[in-house]
């Protein structure tokens, strides 16, 4: 049964201490906060994270924290919201993936804004958090839990989405030369009938380049008498042809258990939109919204991670 919960053993082992971040944080009044991108900047963690305000509309605001889980300094205003100008962003702006793009010099955040026509994948760019360049949509609706890989494939640039067509939820990845015309749609991972993400599958943080290959976390999602269920999944793409999945669990590998995970707006939730890897010892952290209330984090081991998904079959 490899590494999974499901075996008794674990992959992730979540942090003592959280939630890291919930909305009593906060310097101003907000409902939840949750569903950090993330990213390292100057020695500091920095957790771009979604705040839903009191009117149930979404903004995303910065946290910074030296050794990335306690001492968070919370912006005392939103970092990015809704301006007239972008009326995609109408009915607000959530769950943002981060990558740095060494063409660019530059962060790019990619997020969901959601307009009066549904939700949209767009895309801002930064130097340092403090100014944003915002290019607007991507896509058409209705799309989610996107992010852009940190380089390029044969001169394009590679986003991993998730669209609703027809009624099927699937993960796809499409490409772009300019970062505005995107073209070569096609399906990267499928929802599984009758399994934990029989109902729908979207990407967890961005994607992490290893030796291996591409890593991608994802969620699943297996809707319940009682509700549905968010958990967490594994696969690995090819690092030249990203389209290519060599790898993926068959089993979730990370799942709700906690009370924060079953307690808030949306029980039985664990949602991972950031990740940080640290260089010295190989650990990744792994940022998650829980129950769509709280900001949480797990560590698990990248070598772990890549011989558990040795030992799994293909898509």
């Not at 075996?7 to 009593?24: D, H, K, M, V, W």
């Not at 999945?245 to 039985?268: A, H, L, T």
Request: proline content about 6%; some cysteine; charged content about 25%.
């Amino acid at each position: 049964m490899g590494f999974s919960e499901v075996g008794g053993s674990t992959l992730f082992r979540r942090y003592e201490g959280n939630p890291i971040l919930t909305a009593a944080g906060c310097t101003y009044p907000a409902h939840s906060v949750f569903n950090p991108g993330a990213a390292h900047m100057d020695g500091e963690t920095l957790l771009l994270v979604r705040v839903e305000d009191l009117r149930g509309f979404s903004h995303l605001t910065l946290a910074r924290s030296k050794d990335g889980l306690t001492n968070w300094n919370i912006a005392s205003v939103p970092t990015l919201e809704y301006h007239e100008g972008h009326p995609e962003e109408k009915w607000g702006l959530e769950d943002p993936r981060i990558v740095w793009l060494e063409d660019f010099k530059k962060y790019a955040i990619v997020y969901v804004s959601y307009s009066s026509v549904g939700p949209k994948v767009s895309l801002v760019l930064t130097k340092d958090f403090k100014t944003f360049e915002k290019l607007g949509e991507l896509l058409p609706p209705e799309d989610k839990d996107a992010s852009l890989f940190p380089r390029k494939f044969g001169g394009r640039y590679a986003l991993i989405h998730r669209p609703i067509v027809s009624g099927e939820a699937h993960i796809w990845i499409s490409f772009s030369p300019d970062l505005i015309h995107w073209g070569e749609h096609r399906v990267l991972l499928h929802r599984r009938g009758g399994s934990w993400d029989s109902n729908r599958v979207g990407l967890g943080p961005q994607p992490l380049e290893t030796s291996d290959g591409w890593l991608i976390i994802y969620h699943g999602v297996r809707k319940t008498a009682s509700g549905s269920l968010y958990r967490v999944g594994l696969a690995l793409l090819d690092l030249e042809e990203p389209w290519r999945v060599v790898k993926r669990s068959q089993e979730w590998v990370f799942g709700p258990k906690e009370p924060y995970e079953f307690i808030g707006d949306v029980p039985g939730v664990v949602f991972p939109t950031g990740a940080i890897i640290n260089k010295e010892n190989n650990e990744l952290r792994l940022y998650y919204g829980a129950a769509d209330s709280s900001v949480c984090v797990a560590f698990a081991k990248i070598d772990q991670l890549l011989d558990y998904l040795k030992n799994c079959p293909g898509e």
